[in-house]
């Protein structure tokens, strides 16, 4: 699934695809945090008698958003920008895909956390709610990630110019 988004955007000029990182990912993550921190405190208030409550959810979420929020800040201040002029600096975007290691580590203890979004037996309806938009937010996180490591980091190739002013390096 990954894949066909990353081939569907392989070819868009850098400006679009930041376009698209931004209105679909970022944005929809910046909404996704806060709905899903509330859910959590909920049922580990509500239902911490429970043996399979997810304890330390609403802690976890609410670190990856603070990780998250810090690492969209620094693309859209710093990298993106240089992306969209056609620079990539090699330095910069070694760390934000460092940190996207980073968040992978933490979308693995999430979904350990919620039993891959599977509720116990008679969950209630937050909870159901709580474990399908964390499985929501593992999957549109894993898209951004691969999206932005295998196409927008990726340096566009030259394309050869053919005409009069295009030598093909044998003439020197």
């Known amino acids: 699934m990954h894949q066909q988004l990353t081939d569907q955007w392989r070819d868009a000029p850098t400006q679009d695809l930041i376009q698209f990182v931004l209105t679909n990912f970022h944005e929809k993550h910046r909404q996704q945090f806060p709905e899903l921190i509330q859910l959590a405190r909920k049922i580990e208030s509500v239902h911490n008698d429970h043996q399979e409550c997810p304890v ?33 600096p090699s330095g910069p975007i070694a760390v934000m895909e460092e940190e996207h290691g980073e968040h992978d580590v933490m979308l693995a203890k999430l979904a350990q956390l919620t039993r891959d979004g599977k509720a116990p037996h008679g969950a209630c309806g937050s909870w159901i709610m709580l474990y399908e938009g964390t499985q929501e937010l593992i999957h549109d996180l894993q898209q951004h990630i691969a999206l932005e490591n295998e196409v927008l980091f990726r340096e566009p190739q030259a394309v050869p110019q053919h005409g009069k002013d295009f030598c093909c390096g044998s003439c020197q």
């Open 56 to 88: 330390g959810l609403a802690d976890l979420l609410t670190e990856m958003s603070n990780e998250l929020e810090s690492h969209m800040m620094k693309e859209e201040q710093i990298l993106f920008p240089m992306l969209a002029g056609g620079i990539y």
